[in-house]
């Protein structure tokens, strides 16, 4: 079964997480390349649905022109 | 009663036009209102005039009247041109007119000219005595306080269905160039006339009745050019426009002054074609207002879109940057505590060469030869180191080594330390 994606706002807030984490706790060497990874990962989702998004506008707008 | 003078009717009547002529010579100027006016096959108008001072209209006074055909042309065509209303029942006229007695008819005036200017200006009267009633009434903006719909579709329409100026309403407002859509149902009424009035209002019951909702109530009427509009300066049309719950829009074809219907409609344009040319142009506000909303809309998705490009971008930057720096700063740490050991080490390393050093140096000290050396010897007795005197007994052989040598001596006494 597939997983329910996730958010957008969902993801940015685990940028964010990810981001206080290492910028403020204890840096941890081991679980960083780990934490960018990830961090990554999320923001290549969040571009992928601000991307997808913008193509769904212009989607409608081209139908409402025509 | 003697029969010696008796005369015929037709004497009589004679005799009484004769009198009536002596009496009334030449022309007057009268004032009557119209009550009735026919026009006959040969073009001779025949009118019955009343008068009316008294409060309350009662009619006080009636006579017939007539214009005839040779004059009548050219008077009516006068009149409605100036009074901007044709001669018809109703209206109060100022006209120059001969006493006629006819002996079979009976009396008559014979009407020669009329002053439009009277009319138009008793009808003006009239309807500023409307207006001031509906003002009075505070009723006389109501209905121009209803809101239109943004896209009025539902359109009755109130005409009479042969006039042209219908025919023009329904082809400008389905023929529009931007193919919206009306659904116009028309309210038949007569728009002429005397039985104006009473038609009008029982179109606006009809469409009041109706279960169907209309967005506006159209009148029009036109075709005609010198038309009488003065029957759209009824009290009652106008009462009931001003209390018609959906916007009433006219189109009656008003020259100079507005009816009084006009005053009180939502809004008055002058012909049928301008009405529809109005419901056009209110639909297409409505789209354009529509156009921009979304365009607005789609102006700000797109600002969203953008912020939160920023925002990730923000994000990533930070993102790489703070892990680059944890590297670096633990790069750092390591290469610190790398030289620390180094120093640890060689600190180690010569602390162990020093220790070493001096216990290789200590061992040095321990080497008897290097003790003998310093000028100590050994003693020793039967091969054996006397560490003590008390060990020793007189007579003892020992032996005492030199650096050198040794020497053999023999104990004489033995003393202990006090």
């Not at chain 2, 100027?29 to 009118?47: D, F, P, R, T």
């Not at chain 2, 329409?157 to 028309?186: C, K, M, R, W």
């Not at chain 2, 209110?282 to 912020?307: D, F, H, K, P, V």
């Not at chain 2, 990730?312 to 930057?317: A, E, G, T």
């Amino acid at each position: 079964m597939a997983k329910k994606e996730i958010g957008f706002n969902e993801a940015v807030k685990g940028i964010e997480e990810i981001l206080k984490n290492i910028e403020e706790g204890e840096p941890d060497i081991d679980r960083l390349s780990e934490d960018v990874k990830k961090a990554a990962e999320l923001i290549k989702v969040c571009r992928r649905k601000l991307r997808e998004t913008e193509e769904k506008i212009d989607g409608i707008m081209q139908d409402l022109k025509s | 009663m003697s029969s010696a003078g008796k005369i015929t009717l037709t004497e009589l009547q004679g005799l009484i036009r004769d009198k009536l002529y002596e009496a009334l010579p030449g022309f007057f100027w009268v004032v009557a209102e119209i009550a009735e006016i026919k026009l006959n096959s040969a073009g001779h108008c025949y009118l019955e005039l009343t008068g009316n001072e008294t409060p309350g209209g009662k009619v006080t006074a009636r006579v017939r009247a007539t214009i005839w055909a040779s004059k009548y042309l050219s008077l009516n065509t006068f009149f409605t041109a100036s009074a901007g209303i044709p001669l018809r029942p109703g209206i109060t006229i100022l006209f120059k007119a001969t006493v006629e007695y006819h002996e079979l008819y009976g009396l008559s005036l014979n009407i020669t000219d009329i002053d439009p200017s009277y009319t138009a200006g008793d009808m003006a009267l009239r309807r500023e005595a409307v207006i001031s009633r509906l003002t009075a009434e505070g009723v006389l903006t109501m209905n121009r306080e209803l809101s239109l719909p943004p896209y009025p579709r539902n359109i009755a329409v109130i005409s009479s269905s042969n006039a042209a100026g219908y025919q023009d309403f329904i082809n400008h407002l389905t023929n529009n160039p931007y193919g919206y859509v009306f659904i116009p149902e028309l309210f038949e009424a007569v728009m002429q006339g005397e039985s104006t009035e009473r038609s009008v209002i029982e179109a606006l019951d009809r469409i009041s009745a109706s279960d169907e909702h209309y967005d506006t109530v159209v009148i029009i009427r036109g075709g005609g050019s010198t038309t009488d509009l003065s029957w759209f300066d009824s009290y009652d049309i106008a009462f009931y426009v001003t209390q018609f719950p959906v916007p009433v829009l006219t189109g009656i074809g008003h020259e100079k002054d507005l009816t009084v219907t006009d005053l009180v409609a939502w809004k008055s344009v002058k012909t049928p074609t301008a009405v529809a040319d109005f419901l056009v142009a209110q639909t297409l506000e409505c789209e354009n207002m529509i156009i921009g909303m979304a365009s607005s809309i789609y102006t700000e998705a797109a600002e969203i879109i953008s912020s939160a490009e920023e925002q990730l971008s923000s994000l990533q930057n930070r993102t790489a940057s703070t892990a680059r720096l944890i590297v670096r700063v633990k790069r750092e740490q390591l290469g610190y505590q790398a030289e620390t050991l180094l120093r640890t080490k060689n600190n180690l390393l010569r602390m162990g060469k020093d220790l070493t050093d001096r216990l290789e140096r200590s061992l040095h000290n321990l080497d008897p030869a290097g003790v003998l050396n310093r000028g100590f010897t050994l003693t020793t007795k039967d091969g054996k180191i006397i560490r003590s005197s008390a060990a020793l007994e007189p007579g003892e052989i020992i032996v005492t080594h030199f650096e050198d040598g040794k020497a053999t001596s023999i104990v004489k006494e033995t003393n202990k330390k006090q």
